[in-house]
């Protein structure tokens, strides 16, 4: 069965202090892995699209990378701004446009 | 641009009404997606179309649950009738190739 798991289920942050979040997927087919943000009583935000294994992508304090079997968010110097729900998604070769969402890291960020 | 539109943004109705929800895409994007989410479950694809055409409704929970997409600027959701463990939020996301942009959410109490 696909599954995408996420890490840990919440993180409390200091100002400035680095950490990463991991997203990891069982499924047989990945046509791409995809990151986003989701503040309280809002819909989430697109941040990011990862295609292949060695893959990076980057805005502004966050990077987000991709090996074979997860996916790592790497918040660097976070900022109290960027207290969010972090959510993975994957999209699979026989799905069409269909994702599945892992159910998230919470990140709180303290001043 | 605008984003993707829904409405209500917020529903309280009692158990047993019907209730509509609705959904304007952004414009040029030719997929949509219905997604329900809930904290026990996280975020759930209810179902999506592809140029107007539904192409996966196996997400949808009952036969209570019907959606539609009369043309590419305009979907509804609808539950008839309504139960308290419909209470969730409900998003509306459109993409034109890969990534998903999502409305603000319709939040629905159902007592």
């Known amino acids: 069965e696909d599954q995408v798991t996420q890490s840990p289920e919440a993180l409390r942050l200091q100002e400035g202090e680095s950490s990463s979040l991991n997203c990891s997927y069982t499924v047989s087919g990945l046509r791409g892995l995809f990151w986003y943000r989701q503040d309280p009583g809002k819909g989430p935000e697109f941040l990011f699209t990862l295609y292949s294994a060695g893959e990076e992508k980057e805005k502004e304090r966050l990077k987000a990378t991709l090996t074979k079997k997860e996916s790592f968010l790497h918040i660097t110097a976070p900022k109290p701004e960027d207290s969010a729900t972090y959510l993975c998604?994957?999209?699979?070769?026989?799905?069409?446009?269909?994702?599945?969402f892992g159910a998230g890291t919470q990140v709180v960020v303290t001043p | 641009d605008a984003g993707v539109i829904q409405s209500p943004r917020h529903e309280v109705t009692e158990m047993g009404q019907e209730v509509t929800l609705r959904c304007k895409p952004i414009s040029g994007h030719n997929s949509l997606f219905w997604y329900r989410q809930t904290m026990m479950r996280g975020l759930e694809l209810l179902i999506y179309f592809n140029n107007n055409v539904p192409i996966d409704d196996s997400g949808m929970p009952e036969d209570r649950f019907s959606a539609k997409m009369p043309n590419a600027s305009f979907s509804t959701l609808k539950i008839q009738p309504s139960e308290p463990r419909d209470s969730a939020v409900y998003f509306c996301a459109s993409s034109r190739q890969n990534e998903q942009y999502f409305g603000p959410g319709t939040r629905l109490t159902v007592t």
């Open positions: 998604a994957v999209r699979l070769t026989d799905s069409w446009g269909k994702l599945q």
